[in-house]
Every structure is written in structure tokens, then in C-alpha cells.
């Protein structure tokens, strides 16, 4: 553990000033979401606490949770995780390669046994082991092995946490989820494809300055990013309130900005924070530039059904038009009915025998 | 020679749901309120007599004919056919159990009129063969005799010489270009000749011209009663023969209440188009004497009296007030019974009930209410506008050996006549 330097350390070797490292601090306080009062005692932490070892696992994935949190904004999230943590392995960002790179893993594993975290993004594939190697070395093995030894495993990105789109149907790779193989270690899933950098790095931080891992919901989710669904938080919510909705991407509601609800938008039922934290440096997120939510941080979401089509709306459309053709089809039946009626009452008057005094009777006497 | 039978009765069901009976049949709830309404059920205690499941034949015809729901739980055998045996049974309710009073229409909640529909299911029940004796021979003797009693011309003749003499009044006979044609019922040339005698004496105070006629002198009209609407639509036919042939300008239907509704209500429905002439009750020409002040009474009955209300005159026919104000000229001691006007109690006796033979024990029994309303007022005079309710009253307070003089209005008032008093 002594190899590495402690936080402080760390950064006052890179000739960050006192006066940064509380800007840091602060910065972390906020992405986990805590109080300023916070703040000396984060500092006081990260200031003799040495840097996280934690070795990132790349499986069946498409190197988005990478990108994202590379290419998050300043202060970078990157150099703030970095800061905070010894990345020691990640086969993308890694300058080594081969035997060095595997050797690098190997060596963190065996130094901080028990300490380490492991971050995860892709899913597994189960389906032929050979789909998806690191070094000859199968993803479930590769994961299983380095797992055994570690504090704790962040799964990053939905394919981590719920399969993602490998594990959509018809699942080619027979892809799984980090959950759905490790059982005894303490897992945490940040979803989203990719998932906002932010929480990534508030994850870490609260793991780092805290030595635990946050408060989850039932998804293994920090409750503090996805607490809330984006429906919650959506400016636009005000307009799913009145009743305003977009018909289409370019009607006068759209450029009004009303509620993409009728677009298929699935904020309603979204866990995230992209309503709060956005993207781009805080820029805006999916609905801000006119598209509904796809709901990527929710499991299956690739299978829920098409993007556009409404979660559930009141009689309107399809509805509307089936309820109209219930109507004409009904109103069709009575008048048929009606006119059958009719006739067979004409046919009974046609069928009427003038009666006389003559017939009141069965037997007339 | 035709013959009733059960075919001819089950098609007579079928053209009688029209429109109304059918939005009546989906309106009802079920309620039972009709019940509370129906003399023979407040008198016997038995729910066979509610309104409503005396209609049970003729609805179970509209839900088999005329419903989807219906036709389809026949389909699967849910429902059994309207069978001759049921309509033997409903006989004796929709006869002996009903006087077409309409009571029930007046509570009914969804506003169904029930007695109309028993009134058409009678057509059903006549085309089967399932009428009561009584009424059969009545309809008979009307179509071939011209009265429901077998009064023959000469009867009337001998009577209307008997009325001249009496009164020295010239009784005008088939007057061709008089204001009123006089109708009559059998029972009042029988019972009540009191009842020609008075409006001789009224139309001589009042000075209209007016006219019996011989070829229809009878208002009465057995076939509303029995339920065929061919038999009555023939009735009716004489008497507006008689009325278009002598020029009447109003024919004036006598103190019966079934008469007023045949040929008021049912009349031109029957004959298919317009009469020529109005026709009026004849209390509703009496109020309109009093109105124009013509008609002069002098002094007042002082005995306590009260009114019985006819239902065709009074609930059906919307002849309300019109006693009433005739009533106050010349009775100084006049009393309402309870459920007076149009929620008045039926003799018992209305729509062809009276001659129903064999439903006399039972016309005794619901005339039970007429008499508790009666005792309620300890009066010492009744007046009607009915000779039909008359008989029948008049023989239930016998039954109960009550001692009431039972009177008509008309001949009540013709008695206080200003004239007539002037000659005595």
C-alpha cells in the first residue's frame, strides 16, 4: 500500500496549489451531492489518504463509458478520478501492452489484495467463452479472477450492469451482466449508455473519501443520481402538466418545446440524472435538444419496444380511431338490428287476420 | 270461419311492440314500485298482481323478437317459448287483475306507461282466444245489437217517450245540422234515465240544439275493453258515421269513462285520421256553460258529498277541475277524498271488469280501498261521472252492506237547474 502516495502528495506533485485542491474538493463534495460544510473533511481525507488502486475490466463493449468519461468537461472528471484513484489497469488507456500490460493487473491484484476496485464496463458473454478474450483469457474468467481479490466492483455502463445491447434480444453471445455472475462482493451499477461521467466520478470519490459505497436503490443504483426519474426533473414537465404535447419532431408544439411524452419519450420511467447534471459540460441532455429520453439507464431498454411509440396515452390516435370504429360498428349493428325489427313487425301486421266477433273464440259455439 | 289461436295471438304480441313498449320494457329497473300502485295488489297482499309481471307474456315476445341478448339466449335455450299454457294462466291477470286504470303508469319512476302496454298485450290475448266470457259476449252483442247489453233501438225509445212525458221536453232524434250529438250508455238507458232527462232539461236552459242518433246512440265500446282493436275500430266507425252525417260540430261522450277514452283517445288512432267533429266529456261541456255563464243553478245540496274520481275521465282523460267547479255550484258540504284527482282509487269495476262474471269475488275484495276512503269522510252522499263506476259501487257497498246513495253529477245538477226549480 505505501508505494503509492497519498492525494495530496499526489497533487502537490503536480503543482496544484492549496487553494485547488479545496476547489477539488469542492468539486467532489458536489458530484456526490453533499453539503459544503463537507468540504474540510473531504479535504482532510483525500489530503493523507493514499490514491485507490482499481483496475478497469473492458469486455464485450463499444468503449462509450470510456469516451464519456474521458472527454467529460474541466475540471476534467477524468484528471479528477485519476487524481483520486491509480488506475493500473485499463487496456485502452494504457500506454503498455501484452505481457506488460497483463503483468501491470497481475502485480495490483497481488499488491492490494483485498483493497482494490474493480470498475467493469461491457458485458460477459456466456454463450462461447471465445467470443470475447484479453490475453487469451476468456472475459469470465478474466472477470472472476481479478474480482476474487477486490473490495468492491463498479459496474459502468448498462451492458456492465444489465447486459445492454449484447444482452438484447436475440442475445447472439448469450451476454450477461457483472450481477449476474459475481454474488459475494459488493457490487454498484451506474447504467446509461453510456453513463454520465459525472456519476461515475462521484461514485468513485464517495468510495475513495468515504471507504464504502453510497446509499443504492433496489438496481444496485446510487440513489443520489438516480434517485429521481428524468420525468421528475424535466423542464418540460410543466407542459406534461398542462396538457401540451408535441405531435410530431417539427409541429408547432415541438417548437414550442412542450412535452415530448406523445414522441415516446420514456422519462417517465427513466431512473438518471441527465435532467440535473446534462451532458457536454453541462450544455443539455437528450430532451433539451428535442429528442424524447430512450431510457438507457433502465434495464432492457433495447427491448422495450420502439423508441417513438408512447408509454401509454389517453384516447387519441389508435385509440381514438378504434373507439370511433367501435361506435360505427355499433351504431351499424343497431340500425341493421333495428331495420330487422322493423320488418318483422310490418310482416306481423301483413300476417294480421281482422278479428271479428267470430273468432274470439277456440270453439266458437 | 276463423278461430282463435295461439299463432294468431303470439303474431298479435309481435305487431303490438312498437316503439314505446320496447324503450319501456329496456327502461324498467325492476323497481316493484308499480306494485304499490295496483288496487289488486294493496287489496289481496298477492305480488302475482304487480303491474309489471302482467306484462310478462308480451315482454317475454319483444326480448325473443326484438332483442339481440334475447334472440341469442334463446339460441342456447336460456329462455323458453311463449307457450299457450302461459297465456291460459296470464288470463286471469291481465283480466280479472287489471281495470286499465293506469295507476301505475302515474309512478312508475322511468315513466313507463304500463297500462298502454297492457291495454296491447288484451290484443295478444284476444287473438289467442284467452278474453273472458263476459267480454265476448259483450263485444258480441255490441257489433251485432249495437250496445254491449243488448239494448236494441226500441229500448231507447221507449225510454226517450218516457223522459218526454215526464219532463215535457221534445228529445230531438237524427237532427241533421245540431250543435251536439248526445251519446249514451246502456247502462244509463237501463239504470240511469235520470241521465237524458238532464241534459234535455240543461240544453233547453242553455239553449243549444242537439240530437241523438239512432243509428249510434251507444258510447260504450266492448272492444277497447276486451282488447281488439278491430272490433272497436268498427264502434267507432258508427259514431262518426252518425256525427259526419248529421253535421254535429261536437259529439258529447256520456258519464262513462271508457266511452270518453274509445272515442276521444283511441278514436281517431282507430279510424286512421281526424275526426270532423270535437268531442268532449260531457262535464267538460257542462264547465263550459258554467263558464260562459249560461248554465243557472239555484240553492245548494247540504249533505255532506264527496267526489269519486273515473279513472279514464280524471287520470286518463285530464278531466280534473271541471267537476270540481260544477261541484261548488251547487254542493255547499263538498269533501275530498284522500288520493283525490288524478291518484284517485278505481271502483274495481273499470275496464271491462264489471263484466267479467267470474271475477266478482275479487271485485268485492279490492273494493276494500274505495271503501276505506269512503269511511274515512263519513259522507252521506257520492257523486261520479260514470255509470259503469256507479254499478259497480253501488254493488260493492251492498256487499258491505253500506248505506250510501250514489248520484252522477250531471243529473245532480240538472236537478238545481235555475229553470227548472222556477217551474216546480
Given amino acids: ?365 | 270461419m276463423s278461430v282463435a289461436t295461439f299463432e294468431r295471438g303470439y303474431n298479435a304480441f309481435k305487431e303490438q311492440i312498437d316503439a314505446p313498449i320496447a324503450s319501456f320494457f329496456s327502461s324498467c329497473v325492476r323497481c316493484g314500485i308499480c306494485a304499490e300502485a295496483c288496487l289488486f295488489f294493496t287489496e289481496t297482499g298477492d305480488p302475482k298482481y304487480t303491474p309489471i309481471y302482467k306484462l310478462e307474456p308480451l315482454r317475454k315476445v319483444w326480448e325473443q323478437e326484438y332483442t339481440l341478448l334475447g334472440k341469442f339466449k334463446a339460441l342456447f335455450g336460456l329462455t323458453s317459448k311463449l307457450t299457450d299454457a302461459e297465456l291460459a294462466e296470464w288470463k286471469e291477470l291481465v283480466y280479472n287483475g287489471c281495470t286499465l286504470c293506469g295507476r301505475c303508469s302515474m309512478v312508475c319512476p322511468v315513466g313507463n306507461d304500463l297500462v298502454y302496454m297492457i291495454r296491447r298485450a288484451r290484443e295478444g290475448m284476444v287473438a289467442a282466444g284467452h278474453a273472458p266470457e263476459g267480454l265476448i259476449n259483450a263485444s258480441k252483442r255490441a257489433i251485432t245489437t249495437g250496445s254491449p247489453m243488448g239494448i236494441k233501438l226500441p229500448a231507447l225509445q221507449a225510454q226517450i217517450n218516457h223522459v218526454e212525458k215526464d219532463t215535457g221536453l221534445k228529445i230531438p232524434v237524427d237532427e241533421v245540422g245540431a250543435e251536439y250529438l248526445v251519446l249514451l250508455s246502456s247502462m244509463e238507458i237501463i239504470n240511469f234515465p235520470e241521465y237524458l232527462e238532464a241534459i234535455a232539461k240543461i240544453m233547453q236552459q242553455v239553449g243549444k240544439t242537439w240530437t241523438i242518433a239512432s243509428a249510434a246512440f251507444e258510447a260504450t265500446n266492448s272492444g277497447i275493453q276486451i282488447g281488439a282493436a278491430d272490433i272497436a275500430k268498427e264502434l267507432v266507425n258508427r259514431v262518426v258515421t252518425a256525427a259526419e252525417k248529421l253535421q254535429v260540430k261536437t259529439v258529447i261522450s256520456p258519464e262513462c269513462g271508457h266511452a270518453y277514452t274509445a272515442i276521444r283517445w283511441e278514436g281517431p288512432n282507430l279510424i286512421g285520421r281526424p275526426f270532423t267533429f270535437e268531442v268532449k266529456h260531457i262535464l267538460e261541456v257542462l264547465d263550459e256553460f258554467r263558464e260562459q255563464g249560461q248554465l243557472k243553478t239555484l240553492g245548494f245540496e247540504s249533505a255532506r258529498l264527496t267526489f269519486h274520481d273515473p279513472c279514464q275521465l280524471v287520470r286518463r282523460g285530464g278531466v280534473v277541475e271541471q267537476p270540481r267547479h260544477l261541484l261548488k255550484m251547487v254542493a255547499s258540504n263538498f269533501v275530498e277524498m284522500s288520493d283525490h284527482g288524478k291518484m284517485n282509487w278505481c271502483c274495481g269495476g273499470g275496464g271491462g271488469h264489471s263484466a267479467i262474471e267470474e271475477a266478482h269475488e275479487i271485485r268485492t275484495q279490492v273494493f276494500q280501498r274505495k271503501k276505506n276512503q269512503l269511511e274515512e269522510l263519513q259522507v252521506e252522499k257520492l257523486v261520479t261521472a260514470c255509470a259503469n263506476c256507479r254499478i259497480v259501487m253501488e254493488e260493492g257497498l251492498e256487499s258491505y252492506e253500506m248505506q250510501l246513495p250514489i248520484v252522477g253529477l250531471t243529473e245532480m245538477l240538472a236537478k238545481h237547474l235555475a229553470t227548472s226549480n222556477e217551474n216546480n
Avoid at chain 1, 45 to 54: C, D, F, R, Y
Fill in chain 1, 1 to 365: 500500500m505505501s508505494k503509492y502516495p497519498t492525494i495530496g502528495e499526489s497533487l502537490r506533485h503536480q503543482g496544484i496549489s492549496r487553494r485547488d485542491f479545496l476547489k477539488f474538493c469542492t468539486a467532489v463534495a458536489s458530484i456526490m451531492a453533499l453539503p459544503a460544510a463537507m468540504i474540510p473533511k473531504i479535504a482532510e481525507a483525500l489530503e493523507g489518504t493514499p490514491k485507490q488502486s482499481a483496475i478497469w475490466l473492458s469486455f464485450q463493449e463499444c468503449t462509450g463509458c470510456t469516451e464519456s468519461l474521458t472527454r467529460s468537461h474541466a475540471p476534467t472528471l477524468e484528471g479528477l478520478i485519476l487524481d483520486l484513484i491509480s488506475l493500473d489497469y485499463h487496456h485502452t488507456l494504457q500506454a503498455a501492452a501484452g505481457t506488460a500490460a497483463e503483468s501491470a493487473r497481475e502485480a495490483a491484484m497481488q499488491g492490494n489484495k483485498g483493497n482494490y476496485l474493480v470498475i467493469v464496463d461491457g458485458s460477459i458473454p456466456l454463450g462461447n467463452l471465445g467470443y470475447s478474450t484479453i490475453a487469451g483469457i476468456s472475459n469470465v474468467d478474466m472477470l472472476k479472477e481479478v474480482v476474487a481479490g477486490a473490495k468492491a466492483v463498479v459496474a459502468v455502463g448498462t451492458c456492465a450492469a444489465y447486459g445492454g445491447i449484447p444482452h438484447a434480444a436475440p442475445n447472439p453471445t448469450g451476454a450477461v451482466s457483472v450481477e449476474s455472475l459475481i454474488t459475494d462482493k459488493p457490487i454498484i451499477n451506474i447504467p446509461g449508455c453510456p453513463p454520465i461521467p459525472m456519476v461515475i466520478a462521484g461514485v468513485v470519490a464517495h468510495f475513495v473519501t468515504f471507504g464504502q459505497l453510497p446509499h443504492l436503490d433496489s438496481l444496485k443504483r446510487p440513489l443520489s443520481f438516480f434517485g429521481q426519474t428524468i420525468h421528475d426533473r424535466c423542464y418540460r414537465r410543466p407542459f406534461y402538466d398542462k396538457g401540451l404535447f408535441a405531435e410530431s419532431f417539427d409541429d408547432e408544439g415541438a417548437k414550442q418545446g412542450w412535452c415530448l411524452y406523445k414522441l415516446g419519450c420514456k422519462g417517465p420511467v427513466t431512473y438518471n440524472a441527465c435532467a440535473t447534471t446534462k451532458w457536454n459540460d453541462g450544455v443539455s441532455f437528450p430532451i433539451e435538444s428535442g429528442h424524447g429520453c430512450l431510457g438507457c439507464s433502465e434495464p432492457d431498454f433495447w427491448d422495450a419496444g420502439s423508441f417513438y411509440k408512447p408509454l401509454a396515452v389517453p384516447i387519441s390516435g389508435v385509440i381514438k380511431a378504434t373507439t370511433g370504429y367501435a361506435l360505427a360498428a355499433g351504431a351499424a349493428v343497431g340500425v341493421a338490428s333495428g331495420a330487422i325489427n322493423r320488418l318483422k313487425r310490418y310482416q306481423a301486421r301483413q300476417d294480421h287476420e281482422t278479428v271479428t266477433i267470430t273468432d274470439l273464440e277456440r270453439n266458437p259455439k
